[in-house]
């Protein structure tokens, strides 16, 4: 794919979401680190319904200490993993208290060095919370930048590594919004929803998901053929 290519895509992205951001809820940059750090291997959802309860009450690192783990880790029990979470989020909390008064860094490698927290909550936070360039490569992310052929790669690091490299610059702070929301709700996993996709044509996946387009077109038309004659033809 072709930088010109590139910026089309971007530009028709940010011409339909101008403002995107992540959909985990949160009211300071504290709460975003944890709901990041929940987030892994789950849903948004499910992590949007378990910290709703804990952060109606805990707006800093020492909340959820006083909470104490046995009862944050039932508070988040519906969440995968969420025992080896509560144990990382309670240990995260008490260096945040102890070596940073309660106050989320904003570097790399003060993030990466808290219990939980890797390359891609480190970027998360980076970007949603500070404003910098950085993208969290998720499941979302790698497939639409490997089918499209936006930013092809054998990992995530790789992925990262050209995303960072490809995306306009003008783009790049909300990039990773963008491709996360449109492999989530367009250039889904199983069926990609290509007939519904605004960058459909600039996109490079050789195996596009239109025969619901074109079914619909030929119904409107009155060219579809009659089912059973269809499925004779079939091998």
């Known amino acids: 794919m072709n930088a010109e290519k590139r910026k089309r895509i971007f530009e028709r992205l940010a011409a339909a979401n101008a403002n995107p951001t992540t959909e985990l809820e949160y009211e300071n940059t504290f709460q975003l680190l944890i709901a990041v750090l929940l987030s ?17 009450i805990c707006k800093t690192p020492q909340d959820i200490l006083d909470m104490g783990l046995e009862t944050f880790t039932e508070k988040i029990r519906t969440i995968g993993l969420y025992k080896t979470k509560a144990k990382n989020a309670l240990a995260t909390c008490a260096i945040l208290q102890a070596q940073y008064q ?21 970027n998360v936070v980076l970007n949603t919370a500070f404003g910098q360039a950085a993208m969290a490569v998720d499941t979302h992310i790698f497939r639409v ?16 590594d050209k995303l960072m490299r490809f995306v306009p610059k003008e783009y790049l702070l909300d990039a990773h919004h963008w491709l996360i929301l449109h492999g989530r709700y367009i250039c889904v996993a199983r069926a990609p ?19 619901s387009a074109e079914r619909r077109s030929a119904r409107k038309t009155g060219t579809a053929r009659p089912a059973k004659k269809a499925a004779l033809k079939r091998p």
């Open 40 to 56: 892994a291997q789950a849903t948004d959802r499910s992590v949007n319904l378990a910290t709703r309860h804990i952060f109606d």
């Open 102 to 122: 309660g106050v989320v860094p904003d570097t790399r490698e003060a993030l990466e060095a808290l219990p939980g927290v890797g390359r891609k909550t480190a």
């Open 193 to 211: 929803k290509c007939a519904q996709c605004g960058i459909e044509d600039l996109c490079e996946f050789k195996e596009k998901n239109l025969a």
């Open 145 to 160: 930048s490997n089918r499209t052929g936006l930013a092809p790669g054998k990992n995530v690091r790789e992925v990262e």
